[in-house]
């Protein structure tokens, strides 16, 4: 019998694709809005959106027109050169997020490694040099390079690589008298996301944003909010840092940004940035044209094209339709999240649910374990999460009833 075309990739990865990611078993090959398709022609209702990053849904008309548009214009000239797109998406990114200065690179990894160093740059530059250490949360996801992933607290995703970045310092967000003691006069910055994603999608409650901000005052330390799944409208607000009553002095962006296009983007107040000199920090793709583009695409998306209301008004409708599933699945324990970024946390491994839901055509994700988390697109509609939301209810029964 000939392979399938999807055995035949699967067998090709199997020998030849460093095998870091644990797939699930379909072959994606198209997507239209909140659908993708595979290789058989099965269709699903995408709840990843590819980790929080096709914020537009899947081949948006808009964005593939500019896209296509600047590859035929010009894609890359590095950053040994102007461009006219990325004064524009600074400017842009500065009235969304109140930070003066953007530093353009092309993940979300890179966007917390550039707030780390600039956040050291700005003590070294006044002559603090003793002032190097981060306080970071347990639950913390901020990326896998050196600096992204000292800051980051799974030991899973540690240990194999140390020795990290010395002077961190992690604390529980469940305890804001920790942070009050683990804060010194030698603390850089104190990181944190205002939604954990990877953690299993909790909020920084408002006792922690309070800690947060008598830390910050009593010593002068910088705070970093990683708002790289969290921020650009998936919560209807442009940062969830706003919601919490956080100012942040550097804030890491990326995923949403592009709709698919790499890009992430380190924002700054004035006065960190006045630190920084040229040479400190680079990289050859960092906010090319393409991605600039796509960037201004989203933001414009996000700004005039309405994006934040309607993200509003469907996260309401889908908060309620996730309460219901809780109510009627006593496997479910809580409803967490905000907007179009949700997690359930239930009572054994999530990835049964994340399993049961795949054939019935509907991809969501397992995170921290236990918690169902849903990332659909921001463009995604109130009747496509009703569609979701009864394929997720049929798989809650299928996973109670124990007939996988
Ligand atoms: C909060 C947060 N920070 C940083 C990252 C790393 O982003 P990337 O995978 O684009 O490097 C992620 C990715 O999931 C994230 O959720």
Redesign the pocket.
């Known amino acids: 019998m000939t392979k399938s075309f999807a055995d035949q990739v699967r067998e090709t990865e199997a020998r030849h694709v460093l095998q870091t990611y644990k797939r699930a078993p379909i072959v994606l090959v198209r997507g239209q809005g909140a659908r993708v398709w595979d290789t058989e022609g099965k269709d699903y209702l995408d709840f990843t959106s590819g ?1 929080g990053v096709a914020s537009l849904g899947h081949a948006n008309p808009g964005l593939a027109r500019v896209i296509a548009e600047q590859a035929s214009t010009l894609i890359h000239t590095s950053n040994l050169f102007f461009h006219p797109y990325q004064a524009e998406l600074a400017e842009k990114l500065a009235r969304l997020s109140g930070l003066d200065r953007a530093f353009f690179c092309n ?4 966007a ?1 490694e550039a707030c780390l160093k600039f956040a050291r740059r700005y003590w070294y530059t006044k002559g603090d040099r003793q002032r190097t250490a981060f306080v970071a949360l347990t639950g913390a ?4 390079t050196f600096g ?1 992933l000292s800051v980051t607290a799974d030991p899973h995703y540690r240990e194999p690589f140390g020795p990290l970045v010395p002077g961190v310092t992690f604390v529980d967000p469940a305890d804001p008298s920790a942070l009050d003691a683990a804060v010194t006069g030698h603390t850089a910055a104190i990181v944190v ?1 205002p939604i954990q ?2 953690g299993g999608v909790r909020p920084l409650s408002p006792a922690f944003v309070a800690a947060i901000r008598a830390a910050a005052d009593r010593t002068g330390t910088l705070v970093i909010a ?1 708002e ?2 969290s921020g650009l409208g998936r919560t209807g607000h442009a940062f969830y840092s706003t919601v919490l009553g956080l100012k942040p002095d550097l804030m ?1 962006i ?2 949403a940004l592009g709709g698919g296009i790499p890009i ?1 983007a380190a924002l700054l107040r004035e006065s960190i940035s006045q630190a920084v000199a040229p040479g400190d920090h680079g990289s050859t793709y960092g906010g090319n044209l393409l991605a600039c583009r796509a960037g201004l695409y989203f933001v414009d998306q996000l700004l005039e094209g309405g994006l934040l209301a309607h993200v509003t008004e469907v996260g309401a409708h889908f908060q309620r339709r996730l309460q219901a599933i809780a109510t009627s699945h006593p496997m479910v324990s809580e409803v967490r999240g905000a907007g179009v970024i949700r997690g359930l946390e239930i009572d054994r491994p999530a990835s049964a649910i994340v399993d049961a839901a795949r054939p019935l055509g509907l991809l969501v994700n397992a995170t921290a374990s236990t918690v169902v988390r849903l990332l659909p697109p921001l463009t995604i509609t109130a009747a496509e999460i009703d569609e979701a939301m009864d394929r997720l209810d049929q798989a809650f029964g299928v996973v109670e009833r124990g007939v996988q």
Do not use: A, L, P
């Not at 993940?107 to 890179?110: F, I, V």
């Not at 996801?141 to 896998?144: A, M, P």
């Open positions: 980790v993940s979300g990894t890179e917390m996801f901020h990326g896998r992204s996301e994603g990877e990683d790289v799944q890491s990326g995923k992430g």
